[in-house]
């Protein structure tokens, strides 16, 4: 069962570390810290940016929160596991998040990261269409700003409303693997059309690279390519939890 922990806002990398190094895995399944690909206009690009998602939560999968509260005890300066009392024994109860909080958080979160929406404008620049984590929650928008790529929601979550922005994508903006699947708008090629004698143009695993369109100026390392299509994955590491991406090789500059 998920249970939520509130810690100072800065202070989630730290606590999850702690958490990690101080909990056996027999404990606990997963630990995470919610996080969002922001988008950012610069220089009339956009650029997407991995952001805290709900700053100040960490969320633990675990069905020993006795134990993990047992750690966080021992840390004076954060607070306990949210939602706890006392039982008739004076004995603590911990309480997990509601269905409907987990529920809303396995429709945004991939992998503990929600993507950016993917998002159509029509003729008169209204939006028409809206695949990915914002799809199904249009409703709750109280906030659009497509130029900004950015849209708010307000949700109910831990007890309290708040306001959760979505990064947003459209079809101007740099090409991303998962959107165009979704598009069906771009059919399968080879990972390289080159020959073997431009063999050392080719992305392999080991490889740095670069998207400067959409991610600036990070450094990627290559862990996979699949060697029959035009796609490669990576793995950044940001506020101490992993993320892993999917790019087109023909749309990443090689380093070296």
Not at 81 to 106: A, C, N, R, T
Not at 130 to 150: A, D, N, Q, S
Not at 196 to 203: A, F, G, L, T, V
Not at 206 to 230: A, C, H, L, R, W
Request: proline share 4%; glycine share 6%.
């Amino acid at each position: 069962m998920w249970y939520v922990i509130q810690v100072k806002s800065g202070d989630e990398q730290r606590l999850k570390l702690i958490i990690e190094n101080g909990l056996e895995d027999k404990y606990y399944r997963n630990c995470i810290i919610p996080l969002y690909e922001s988008v950012r206009r610069r220089k009339e690009k956009c650029l997407i940016m991995i952001r805290k998602l709900l700053p100040g939560y960490i969320l633990i999968d675990t069905d020993d929160p006795i134990e993990v509260n047992k750690v966080l005890k021992r840390i004076p300066e954060f607070t306990s596991i949210l939602g706890s009392k006392e039982d008739e024994e004076s004995e603590k109860v911990f309480i997990p998040i509601s269905k409907d909080d987990e529920e809303f958080l396995k429709s945004i979160l991939d992998n503990g990261i929600m993507r950016v929406s993917y998002v159509h404008l029509s003729k008169t620049n209204r939006i028409d269409k809206v695949f990915g984590p914002l799809e199904k929650y249009t409703g709750y928008i109280t906030k659009m700003e497509y130029r900004h790529r950015y849209a708010t929601i307000e949700a109910e979550i831990f007890g309290k409303k708040r306001k959760i922005d979505f990064g947003l994508w459209g079809d101007g903006d740099p090409r991303l693997p998962w959107i165009e699947e979704l598009k069906k708008s771009r059919k399968e090629s080879p990972l390289n059309n080159a020959d073997s004698s431009n063999n050392e143009n080719k992305i392999h695993i080991g490889d740095k690279i670069m998207y400067p369109e959409v991610y600036g100026d990070m450094v990627f390392t290559v862990d996979y390519v699949n060697q029959t299509s035009s796609k490669i994955r990576s793995t950044i590491k940001m506020f101490g939890c992993e993320r892993k991406i999917e790019l087109f090789a023909d749309d990443v500059q090689k380093i070296g």
